[in-house]
């Protein structure tokens, strides 16, 4: 079954340093792989995905993830941390060879500290 | 840039009422979803649309529930006989072609069930 974990609640960061957050997954085919970021009484907004190719991706806002083939990893990252960064973070994945939902991971709440 | 719109953005029922969400997708996409968010819980996936019918349903989208696409435009969640336990933030998405993998969220509708 697929599955996706995203092992910290929350991470916290200074303003100006680099950020990560965390994601593995696990799928029985090649995954689809995907940022979304939900600000306060909004909905999901794409940031960035996997499907193929370069394992460096980026994406809006200049984050950007890297793809980890032996490590069954997507780690959202971004060089330089903006206090506006602040949101929850979700990856989520799909399994090319199946369906077509989307599994979602529990969520990481990122705090730029100014 | 064109938006998956959702109304209305809360909705209050009283257990046993029916409901109905609605959407509005981004105009030339094919696929649509909805999804649902339990507070403090994970996205969950609920159900997959495609050339006007449902293409993948989770367990948890039972004979309660039901999707349509009524015109060209509009595409509704129709909650039966609503219980407690309905109460959560639902989302629409919808995604392009075959050749388009990310899904686009309209920004949820709060039902909350008394």
């Known amino acids: 079954a697929q599955s996706v974990a995203q092992p910290e609640d929350q991470v916290n960061v200074a303003e100006g340093n680099p950020l990560t957050v965390k994601c593995t997954y696990s799928?029985?085919?090649?995954?689809?792989l995907f940022w979304y970021v939900q600000y306060p009484n909004r909905g999901l907004q794409f940031l960035l995905k996997?499907?193929?190719?370069?394992?460096l991706v980026k994406g809006s806002y200049g984050f950007e993830a890297e793809f980890n083939k032996s490590q069954t990893s997507f780690h959202l990252k971004k060089p330089s941390a903006l206090v506006s960064d602040s949101a929850l973070y979700f990856c989520?994945?799909?399994?090319?060879?199946?369906?077509?939902?989307?599994?979602f991971g529990k969520g990481t709440r990122l705090h730029i500290l100014p | 840039e064109p938006e998956v719109t959702q109304t209305p953005s809360h909705q209050v029922t009283q257990m046993g009422q029916e409901v109905i969400l609605r959407c509005v997708p981004i105009?030339?996409?094919?696929?649509f979803y909805w999804y649902r968010q339990i507070l403090g819980q994970k996205v969950e996936f609920l159900v997959s649309?495609?050339?006007?019918?449902?293409?993948?349903k989770s367990e948890i989208f039972d004979d309660q529930f039901s999707v349509e696409r009524p015109d060209g435009s509009n595409f509704t969640l129709k909650i039966r006989s609503t219980k407690l336990e309905d109460s959560a933030m639902y989302f629409c998405?919808?995604?392009?072609?075959?050749?388009?993998?990310?899904?686009?969220f309209g920004p949820g509708t709060r039902l909350t069930v008394t």
């Open positions: 105009s030339n996409h094919l696929y």
């Open positions: 996997y499907i193929t190719g370069d394992n």
């Open positions: 649309f495609y050339n006007n019918e449902i293409s993948e």
């Open positions: 799928v029985s085919g090649n995954p689809y």
């Open positions: 998405a919808s995604r392009g072609d075959r050749g388009s993998y990310e899904q686009y």
């Open positions: 989520a994945v799909r399994d090319s060879n199946r369906d077509d939902k989307i599994i």
